[in-house]
Nanobody, 123 residues
Framework: VQLQASGGGLVQPGGSLRLACVAS????????IGWFRQVPGKEREGVSC????????YYSDSVKGRFTISRDNAKNTVYLQMNSLKPEDTARYYC?????????????????WGQGTLVTVSS
């Protein structure tokens, strides 16, 4: 079971990036997929989740209206489209999978993790 996150990079404030999380060894259809981010010295923060359980999508207040999570089950991939990026969005972004997280935003609820991709928002 592997998750591979990609798509990070350096972008100016107001710009956009699309992160991708590709799964191998299992089918994403049956999993809730979360995106998390972390900066040094801080706890990992839940950003968004695509729920297999109820088909819903969830966002933290800090990214609501700017980020969009989507799935392409044929490609076994989940995307995070990030628009109107701000310097405070700078972090390493991770994708994670779990079949039944009790709280989508709690990183401790997820069993499988990708290695992370770095997003830097700076002029």
């Amino acid at each position: 079971v592997q998750l591979q996150a990609s798509g990070g990079g350096l972008v100016q404030p107001g710009g956009s990036l699309r992160l991708a999380c590709v799964a191998s060894g299992f089918t994403l259809d049956f999993y809730n997929i979360g995106w998390f981010r972390q900066v040094p010295g801080k706890e990992r923060e839940g950003v968004s989740c695509s729920s297999d359980s109820d088909g819903g999508t969830y966002y933290s207040d800090s990214v609501k209206g700017r980020f969009t999570i989507s799935r392409d089950n044929a490609k076994n991939t989940v995307y995070l489209q990030m628009n109107s990026l701000k310097p405070e969005d700078t972090a390493r972004y991770y994708c994670a999978a779990d079949q039944r997280p009790s709280r989508w935003s709690d990183y401790k609820e997820y069993d499988y993790w990708g290695q992370g991709t770095l997003v830097t928002v700076s002029s």
